[in-house]
């Protein structure tokens, strides 16, 4: 099972795995089901990073959410 780590812009979002939280993936929608990469840990931290600076910036009333799920994954 994966979660939802961050949004990574341009139709894609950055997944962990549910149990070995580790395991980072980029996933792409597109029309005709979804694309899956493995990516390494820094840079699903970066995507994360990026995410919250963004929402901070925009005083997004969802950061504290994001924020949480960033401190339990990364931290």
Do not use: C
């Amino acid at each position: 099972m994966l979660y939802r780590v961050a949004p990574a812009g341009e139709g894609r979002d950055v997944y962990a795995t549910l149990y070995a939280q580790r395991m980072f993936f980029l996933v792409t929608l597109q029309p005709r089901g979804a694309q899956f990469e493995v990516i390494p840990y820094l840079d699903a931290r970066h995507h994360a990073e990026l995410n919250l600076a963004r929402r901070r910036r925009d005083a997004s009333e969802d950061y504290g959410s994001w924020k949480q799920l960033f401190d339990q994954t990364f931290i």
